[in-house]
């Protein structure tokens, strides 16, 4: 079993959805939990991170972490065309620096 | 300055050449990361340097070398690579651990033939 798991898709939806994105993660000692987009041929760019449960809001993105089912989510609100990408969570525990991936899930926004 | 600057973006190298990828940042970000991406796949690590000592080392073969000359600076020695170790190259930083995740390059991508 992966530590992170995640649909890799693909998620089609249409221009001005809301769209839910989802992990799941198995280690109960990752307190660090963040949300990556990576467009092709680019390095992943950091959009939200969150310390344990709880949700956090930054424009049209929303990222919650429900510790107790182990389950992370991102929610894009009114989603554009240059939402389009691979959105990659990750995971990592109180200490060290070490970040566990889930495989990406790729997003197409249909104008 | 808050960007990962490395070159080169791409690189072409035979089985039997020796190169090295380099990697730059002025955030005062004290770890740094090397990872490797295959095509559809998450970024797998590689290596970390934290306060410009290797902390940890993903059992990469040694055909894989790594180096953070100073605080700014991290580079990839390669040689002898194989076909198989075709890949986007990232690198990446963080302010100490990386729990507030880290800062990535838009990385190398790397041909062996």
């Known amino acids: 079993q992966k530590e992170v798991e995640q649909d890799p898709g693909p998620l089609s939806v249409p221009e001005g959805a809301i769209v839910s994105l989802n992990c799941t993660y198995s280690n109960s000692a990752f307190q660090y939990f963040m949300w990556y987009r990576q467009y092709s041929r680019k390095g992943p760019e950091l959009l939200m991170y969150?310390?344990?449960?709880g949700n956090k809001e930054d424009g049209r993105f929303t990222a919650q972490v429900d510790k107790s089912s182990k389950y992370i989510s991102l929610f894009i609100r009114d989603s554009q065309p240059s939402d389009s990408a691979t959105y990659l969570c990750?995971?990592?525990?109180?200490?060290?620096?070490?970040?566990?991936f889930g495989a990406g899930t790729i997003l197409r926004v249909k104008s | 300055d808050t960007e990962v600057t490395q070159t080169p973006k791409h690189l072409v190298m035979g089985m039997t050449n020796k190169k090295s990828l380099k990697c730059e940042q002025h955030?005062?970000?004290?770890?740094m990361y090397w990872y490797k991406q295959k095509a559809k796949k998450p970024p797998e690590l590689m290596f970390v340097?934290?306060?410009?000592?290797?902390?940890i080392n993903e059992s990469v073969p040694s055909r894989f070398s790594p180096e953070c000359p100073n605080s700014s600076l991290l580079n990839l020695h390669l040689h002898a690579l194989q076909p198989e170790d075709s890949a986007l190259y990232l690198c990446a930083s963080s302010p100490t651990g990386g729990n507030y995740g880290y800062t990535f390059g838009s990385g190398t991508r790397l041909t062996v033939v």
């Open positions: 340097y934290s306060y410009e000592k290797l902390s």
């Open positions: 955030m005062g970000h004290r770890a």
């Open positions: 969150t310390y344990s449960s």
């Open positions: 990750a995971s990592s525990m109180e200490y060290g620096n070490k970040l566990v």
